[in-house]
């Protein structure tokens, strides 16, 4: 790790980042990986906890359990500059409520990183005494970053706290941005991601079923995380067994041309944050079909850098897909606005000074960092 000023000023204390394992398949440790390809570990004193994993509940309870005793060491030490937590809802949640909660007694700043698209849903189903540890938790963090205006609008009727700010995903571009366009398959279609009803893959495999006829060359390929048996089988039920390749996790160099191999990336879901593969897939110059939830409207355009559904409208996937494989000039326009949307706004060299700001601004020794969260018997609610 190269010294910076940022190093030099604070010695051997260090900003320490919860998460999921960067080695774990999900969107935060997409994110994690981005903070450390773009180089932010070697401009500030990071150190990575690990708080879950993939793999059973004996894995996942010891790596959690191995951050937790890390994490009161640092404290014990005073080496905790900074606690910058990435978190979910349910489990994800209330397994860093106790860092949280650790980090608070101890007076370090806490950087409450919200990922997932569904938080509010998490809040307003718990029952009013977990809704009441829920605000608890929000209104004593120092800092929130979210990730769309509208998550933005939808937490503040939740927190009293006043610091919020908006920061998207980062996405580590440049090999993305190298892929070659001008020579692509022109019939497929790609998904990448979690296999998860909600995401909306059956949905895809029907709309796949009704356009087979009209595209002999048409194919589906589905690359990700799940159980594949249900989709196959649903597949053959709707007469386009042949037409589905079901693909595992990808990650690196894999994924590259797993993207340059695609001609549209869709993503028909029902619930979203602002996912990772979305940024990617754009930045790699594929057009998008993507349904209107979570953060996907503040970064897709309708008919500009793809085209939007309502979740759940297979003949709305239907029509945009069909738009799209007739016309492979659009695809081209669209997949040149969607890389430009990546390199003005979701680049990493673009995104990552704004967290820089915020951990320059509660890493300075001269700032109370109490005082910039609100008073604890402030009960006003928007």
């Known amino acids: 790790m190269s010294s910076t000023p940022a190093m030099a000023v604070h010695g ?3 900003i320490v980042m ?11 440790a997409a994110v994690l990986n981005s903070y450390t390809a773009a180089g932010l570990t070697e401009r500030w004193p990071l150190v990575h906890l690990p708080t879950h994993q993939d793999g059973n509940a004996r894995q996942k309870a010891l790596t959690a359990a191995t951050a937790l005793g890390r994490f009161v060491g640092l404290l014990l030490r005073r080496r905790v500059l900074l606690v910058h937590v990435h978190s979910a809802s349910n489990a994800s949640f209330w397994r ?12 370090r700043p806490i950087l409450f990183h919200l990922h997932g698209g569904g938080f509010i849903d998490f809040f307003e189903r718990s029952p009013p005494p977990r809704q009441r540890a829920i605000r608890f938790v929000l209104d004593r963090v120092s800092h929130i970053i979210v990730l769309t205006e509208e998550w ?10 006043p610091n919020v700010s908006v920061i998207a995903n980062p996405v580590n571009a440049q090999p993305l941005l190298a892929i070659d366009r001008r020579r692509h398959p022109e019939n497929v279609v790609l998904f990448l ?10 949905d895809l495999i029907d709309a796949v079923a009704v356009l087979a006829n009209e595209f002999p060359l048409l194919r589906l390929r589905f690359v990700g995380d799940g159980e594949t048996a249900p989709l196959q089988r649903y597949a053959v039920d709707k007469g386009v067994g042949d037409r589905i390749e079901l693909c595992g996790w990808v990650s690196g160099d894999a994924k590259v041309a797993v993207l340059a191999e695609a001609s ?3 993503l028909p879901s029902y619930i979203e944050g602002m996912p990772m593969g979305l940024l990617e897939a754009m930045a790699a110059g594929l057009p998008v079909v993507a349904s209107r939830v979570g953060g996907i409207p503040e970064v897709v355009d309708d008919g500009v850098q793809g085209l939007l559904i309502q979740p759940g409208d297979v003949e709305g996937l239907t029509r945009a897909l069909r738009q799209l494989l007739h016309d492979p000039l659009r695809r081209g326009r669209m997949g040149q606005a969607a890389r430009l949307r990546i390199r003005q706004r979701y680049a990493a060299d673009i995104v990552l000074p704004q967290v820089e700001v915020l951990y320059r601004e509660l890493t300075n020794p001269l700032k109370d960092i109490r005082n910039a969260t609100p008073a604890l018997g402030d009960t006003r609610r928007e």
């Open 96 to 107: 860093k409520s106790v860092f949280i909660a650790l980090a608070y007694v101890a007076r």
């Open 193 to 202: 991601g979690r296999f998860d009803r909600d995401k909306g893959i059956y």
């Open 18 to 28: 919860l998460g999921t394992s960067p080695h774990t398949r999900g969107g935060i």
């Open 152 to 161: 933005r609008r939808r937490l503040v009727r939740v927190t009293i706290n």
């Open 264 to 266: 549209i990336w869709a």
């Open 12 to 14: 051997k204390r260090r």
